[in-house]
């Protein structure tokens, strides 16, 4: 029976071997905030925009536009940086 297991895990790496180069857009939501074209393009340099989170806040992380972790920002030698508190398990759809 391991061998069948080590078979299949084999047989699942290969399938997945044309995947590993795709690329993926991540992105790192701080927070959001909603307001009117017109006060957007009074913004200037150094202005701030409030944004409906805290510091203490975990922030989403999204692949491809889509929900996948909770993370802490960091600091990684004076890089920003996220560490994964929560991965999204993704709701099977039923067809």
């Not at 150094?46 to 491809?64: P, Q, R």
């Amino acid at each position: 029976m391991a061998e069948q297991d080590t078979a299949e895990t084999i047989g699942d790496v290969t399938e997945l071997e044309g995947l590993l180069d795709v690329n993926v857009e991540i992105t790192a939501v701080l927070g959001t905030t909603m307001m009117p074209v017109s006060q957007i393009l009074k913004l200037g340099r150094g202005a701030v925009v409030e944004l409906n989170s805290t510091v203490a806040d975990d922030i989403e992380i999204h692949a491809n536009n889509r929900l996948v972790a909770m993370a802490e920002v960091t600091v990684v030698e004076e890089q920003l940086g996220v560490t994964m508190t929560d991965i999204v398990k993704m709701t099977e759809s039923v067809t």
